[in-house]
């Protein structure tokens, strides 16, 4: 289920995941940023501006859970997964054009990657959920192999500026609705 506010230009959107972790409960939360990521991207299917390339700085602030720190540090996650996932987001982020699979124009954007003008990546959906989704599940599969599935993802927030957030959470579904 989502929540959707739009207030003075501001979007905020609050995704649940129905596929959250069953039957586990964080006792330690971790939040790591990973910021200055500029790409640009366009909604090909949005009327309005967003049809148009357009240019954004993303960061994402990743919350890691888990129910017991690593036996000898003491910590939720250790630095190798970390910086893992940060060369991940790089890789999709930094300095790169996002456009979705289904693109009218793709066949010009492999064009232009071919010939080096641009660093392409294509995605199911350029917008800050479909952003916020490709980070969560890379850092859910990042951590979860570095820990053996000790630790995971619990919440993504997923920024553009501070008018387009979105939230990405990982929650249990019980029968009356969200946990």
């Not at 790409?39 to 994402?60: I, M, Q, V, Y």
């Not at 890691?64 to 630095?79: I, K, W």
């Not at 850092?139 to 995971?152: M, N, P």
């Amino acid at each position: 289920m989502s929540h959707i506010a739009f207030d003075d230009d501001v979007y905020v959107a609050t995704m649940h995941r129905a596929d959250a972790p069953s039957g586990r409960t964080a006792r330690f939360h971790m939040r790591k940023l990973f910021d200055e990521l500029p790409c640009c991207h366009r909604s090909w299917a949005n009327l309005g501006k967003r049809f148009f390339l357009h240019g954004c700085e993303r960061a994402f602030e990743v919350e890691f859970a888990c129910a017991e720190t690593e036996l000898g540090t003491g910590l939720v996650v250790d630095g190798s997964a970390v910086g893992e996932i940060r060369s991940a987001l790089r890789y999709q982020f930094d300095h790169t054009t996002l456009i979705a699979a289904d693109d009218p124009q793709r066949d010009l954007f492999e064009l232009l990657a071919e010939r080096g003008v641009v660093d392409l990546r294509i995605m199911e959906n350029t917008g800050m959920e479909g952003s916020a989704a490709w980070a969560f599940e890379t850092a859910e599969r990042i951590v979860a192999l570095a820990t053996g599935g000790r630790v995971w993802v619990s919440r993504i927030e997923a920024r553009e500026s501070r008018n387009n957030v979105v939230t990405l959470t990982a929650g249990p579904v019980t029968a009356g609705g969200w946990a």
